[in-house]
């Protein structure tokens, strides 16, 4: 094909200096056929779309499924691991004794790759490509473990194309609710859905612009990086657009939470929600009258790769601690070492638990609270304090969270007695063992010791045995041929020496 430079003079000679075709073509080299073909062009107008569709390639012909194979492939892994123009020509040649060129298998690959592209964005908003779903979460009521009405939400992933879905439940919705339940459901389906459709909900959507337009979560954002799906979002107040999710939400309520549940443990019972949903899919597509499980497996060689690394979902925080120890995370105070009061630490806020730093060294970890202006508290954190405050133990919030031994014995002491058990109760959770606190007090009830002494001494020979090696153990008994010349001690008492 010739660049428009070479036509514009094949033109010139023809229109402008009046050379012959002939004359033309051996000036220029080209064939007499292309020198006329331009040298008679009136039309020069160009408004033909692009020919997106790869057409004669007879050299490469055969090879051309295998390479829309691994080009197809591609689009579900990591952009860096995925072929290049001259991997796909090595292989050709490696692989299945290619002798075509370079040049021929890189104008397909760059045709092919725009039908691809031009494919992935031609999706209609209500169209139901394979493996492409919809995200939402539900409410339902639930029951602790005391017997008490709580509310729960139940974080929905459908997949519209064969209705299956997968469902798994958190004390909230909040945005660490949201993401690792997506998380959670893609590393249970192994793969990841390469577009998703959302309402617009605030842990996603920062701000909603004119049409469709998003400004998303810096969180969400980096989601979606991590996982490489897409997401698109309802128009507001259009639940309908994403109706399947809406319907399974509903389904799964009727179902899987009918009669009410008992949840003691979200993990326990999202491990019940995995086998419910593998189940509830052997039933009959409502339309297709083919069941869920084989719509799906034609669904998953569509998901994309998982990351090679994981993603930990969590959120930072920086508190400063109040003079009585407490870092409050939305409305909650959790309590820390009251030495740390004054000092900011900062927090990292997963979606069940919270760990809190200073200085980068950890400093307490808690069960996180759904509750509004609750107070958690580790009594380890004010043992230390409590070596300078004896008498004040009875009268502290955390009392009942101390061992029962322990309350019992810290109750019978005062004075000296108190401080020095105090200190040794404070050894023993420094060194990271408060789990042995009964079992040293229990030693000692056994040898009718009471005394800090002996809860000191019983501690040790629980937490820092001494190693004691076994003795030798010698196959047969040795024999052994030492004579020593002991003559020379001889001199030393008057006689004659030998040596």
Known sequence: MLRMAQIKYI?????????????????????????????????WSDDSLPDVEPQNYPVLGKYIP????????????PRKQRHTVKRIYDRLRDEFGFRGSYSSVKRYVRKKKFVIKMQNAGYLPLDHPLACGQVDFGEFLYYDGAGLEKKGYALTVSFPYSNKGYTQVFPSQNQECLLEGMKKIFEHIGGVPPRLRFDNMTTAVAQVLKGTDRVLTDAFTRFMLHYRFQAEFCNPASGNEKGNVENKVGYSRRNAFVPVPTITSFAAFNEELWVWCEKDAERKHYKRKTLIQELWLEEEPSLLKLPEYQFSVFRYASVTVSKTGFAVIDTNKYGLSPMLAGEVVQAKVFFDHIEFFHDHRPVGCFTRSYKTNDEIYDWTQYVSTLCKKPGAIEHTRFFRQMPERWREYLTSTAGKERKNALQLLNEIVTDGNAGLCDDALELASENGRTDSDSL???????????YRPDPLRLGSTPVLNYHPNLSAYDGLMGGDSHV
């Open 456 to 466: 000191r001494q019983c501690y040790y020979m629980i937490a820092k045995k001494e």
């Open 11 to 43: 033109k010139d000679l023809y229109e402008n200096e009046e050379v012959s075709l002939r004359e033309i073509s051996r000036r220029t080299g080209h064939s007499f056929e292309t020198v006329k073909k331009y040298a008679y062009q009136a039309d």
């Open 66 to 77: 295998t390479i829309d194979k691994w080009l197809e492939a591609d689009r579900k892994i």
